[in-house]
Structure formats: C-alpha cells, structure tokens
C-alpha cells in the first residue's frame, strides 16, 4: 500500500513576473489517497478500481512502457479526498498509483521521475513532497521547499459542485503586471513567515491570496468566512483556488483554541449548510 497526502487548498497561488510564472504553495492536510498495486505477471491487460480513475491507468501505462519488466494487474485506489473541491485529489490519486506501482515492482520513483510523468497528464499539486513548497503547478516541477508549519485547524466550508483542474488551468490569467509583482512579494512574505514559524503572517498572505483569486474564481462566501474569521480570532481564510473550498485557519495552541473552533464550526454551519474539520501536516 502507498499513499499521498492532499493540501486544503493554497496559501498562495497567482503568476510571477516571469517566465512561466504559474505557481501555488502547498498546504499540505491529514486526508490521504492510498494506492494497491497487484501484479499479474500471466497477462499485460492494466486495470483500475474504481473504474473511473481513468488518469491513474494512464499512469500505469506509462510506467510498464518505461520498467525492465511490464506486467499486466490491478490498482485499487481508495481516496479520503472529495474530487474537484480544491483538496488535491488527482494529483494525490497519481502520486499514490506512481509510488504503488514503483513498489510492486521494485522500481524507484523518485519525485523528478513522477513530475516527468505528471507533466505530460496534467497540471499538478506540490503533494510528492513533505513539506510546504512553491510549486509551478503547468510544467509540474518544484520551485523551492518552504518548510513546516505547527499543525492548524481548518473550519471550512463547500460551495457545491466541482472544478475540473485541466479546464481550470487553461482560462486566461487576467493578471495585470502590478498583479504579478504583488504575488512575488508575496511569495517573498510567505517564504519568510513559514521560515519564522508566524502563522499570524502566513494566514494573512493566505487571506490575500484569496482574495486576490476572486476575479479568476469568484467565490460567493468569502466576504462572509473572512468576517467569521476576523470574530472567532482566526488566522486567516484559506481557498481552494482552482475548488470550491474555503476554510478558516486556527492556531491549536491557543489557550482558547477550543472554544475559537466551536465558534467557527457553529457559524460556517449557519452560513454555509456544511461544516467539514481538517488539520494540517507539520513535518518534522
């Protein structure tokens, strides 16, 4: 069995200054995909449970063209992430088949070889690696590892519906130049808060960045969530960019950390009809 974790959303996601400037940086959640992988070395026919997961036979198609030695099986895939909300659910789903199918046959899968793989399926998630990170999510490679976070809360709430990513990615940016210059300062701002540990700092880039995403992805709730947020003490509102996810960040540690949450959890109920907890990874 192999896994990958999801990511509530972004705590930052926009284009740089610069040549391929598309990027986002990970907030990496305690929600996995997990991955099997049973070899059936009598035939060379791939198949995937549930049927639907269509990019993860892909996937494995590409891999047996590459492997000293193909064989036919089954992957079974079981995913505790919601597809099309913002959780990183195909990129987790493809990380998880990659890593599994690596192990059945004794073949590294390092995360260089996986990106080259991903680069040709879709744009994808920052999820091959355990820590925070700037990610160019349209070519799939990595920018730069940010580092950990003490583990937070995440009171979030679900708009309805589903984004598909690939169509997500090609709607034209409408960034203007000062835009750009203002996500690299961002990202500058970022780098640093997760450096200092300053989830105060990091939650009000996140707030930022939402905001930001609204003429690229409107969402109807986020003046409201940012307003629950400022009245419990939150950190900041989080989104799912390119999903339909919003949530409210907590720092555990406060003393009054669990009357904040059932602050939270009782107003995004009443605004939203839906209520879902989540907390994020802190790599040591």
């Given at each position: 069995?192999?896994?990958?974790?999801?990511?509530?959303?972004?705590?930052?996601?926009?284009?740089?200054p610069?040549?391929?400037?598309?990027?986002?940086?990970t907030?990496?959640?305690?929600?996995?995909?997990?991955?099997?992988?049973?070899?059936?070395?009598?035939?060379?026919?791939?198949?995937?449970?549930?049927?639907?997961?269509?990019k993860?036979?892909?996937?494995?198609?590409?891999?047996?063209?590459?492997?000293?030695?193909?064989?036919?099986?089954?992957?079974?895939?079981?995913?505790?992430?919601?597809?099309?909300?913002?959780?990183?659910?195909?990129?987790?789903?493809?990380?998880?088949?990659?890593?599994?199918?690596?192990?059945?046959?004794?073949?590294?899968?390092?995360?260089?070889?996986?990106?080259?793989?991903?680069?040709r399926?879709?744009?994808?998630?920052?999820?091959?690696?355990?820590?925070?990170?700037?990610?160019?999510?349209?070519?799939?490679?990595?920018?730069?590892?940010?580092?950990?976070?003490?583990?937070?809360?995440?009171?979030?709430?679900?708009?309805?519906?589903?984004?598909?990513?690939?169509?997500?990615?090609?709607?034209?940016?409408?960034?203007?130049a000062?835009?750009?210059?203002e996500?690299?300062?961002?990202?500058?701002?970022?780098?640093?808060?997760?450096a200092?540990?300053?989830?105060?700092?990091?939650?009000?880039?996140?707030t930022?960045?939402?905001?930001?995403?609204?003429?690229?992805?409107?969402?109807?709730?986020?003046?409201?969530?940012?307003?629950?947020?400022?009245?419990?003490?939150?950190?900041?509102?989080?989104?799912?960019?390119?999903?339909?996810?919003?949530?409210?960040?907590?720092?555990?540690?406060y003393?009054?950390?669990?009357?904040?949450?059932?602050?939270?959890?009782?107003?995004?109920?009443?605004?939203?009809?839906?209520?879902?907890?989540?907390?994020?990874?802190?790599?040591?």
């Amino acid at each position: 069995m192999s896994a990958a974790f999801g990511t509530f959303g972004e705590l930052l996601q926009g284009v740089l200054p610069e040549e391929d400037g598309d990027f986002l940086v990970t907030l990496p959640v305690a929600r996995w995909t997990m991955a099997k992988f049973q070899a059936d070395p009598g035939t060379r026919t791939l198949e995937v449970w549930p049927p639907q997961k269509k990019k993860a036979l892909h996937l494995m198609s590409m891999i047996m063209d590459e492997v000293r030695e193909p064989t036919g099986g089954l992957l079974t895939i079981d995913s505790m992430l919601p597809e099309g909300k913002g959780l990183a659910s195909s990129s987790a789903d493809l990380v998880a088949t990659a890593r599994a199918v690596g192990n059945a046959l004794d073949e590294r899968m390092p995360p260089q070889r996986i990106e080259s793989y991903l680069a040709r399926i879709e744009p994808t998630d920052g999820v091959l690696y355990p820590s925070i990170v700037a990610f160019h999510h349209r070519s799939v490679r990595l920018r730069s590892r940010l580092g950990s976070l003490p583990s937070m809360a995440v009171v979030s709430v679900d708009e309805g519906g589903a984004v598909d990513t690939v169509d997500f990615n090609r709607i034209p940016k409408p960034f203007t130049a000062d835009d750009k210059r203002e996500y690299a300062r961002l990202l500058e701002r970022l780098t640093d808060a997760v450096a200092r540990r300053d989830l105060a700092a990091v939650g009000e880039i996140a707030t930022r960045s939402a905001v930001m995403n609204q003429v690229l992805r409107h969402k109807q709730l986020l003046e409201p969530m940012i307003g629950i947020c400022a009245d419990v003490g939150g950190l900041g509102v989080v989104v799912g960019h390119s999903g339909t996810t919003l949530g409210i960040l907590l720092d555990t540690s406060y003393p009054a950390y669990a009357g904040r949450l059932a602050d939270a959890a009782q107003a995004c109920e009443q605004l939203a009809g839906n209520v879902t907890m989540y907390r994020t990874l802190s790599f040591g």
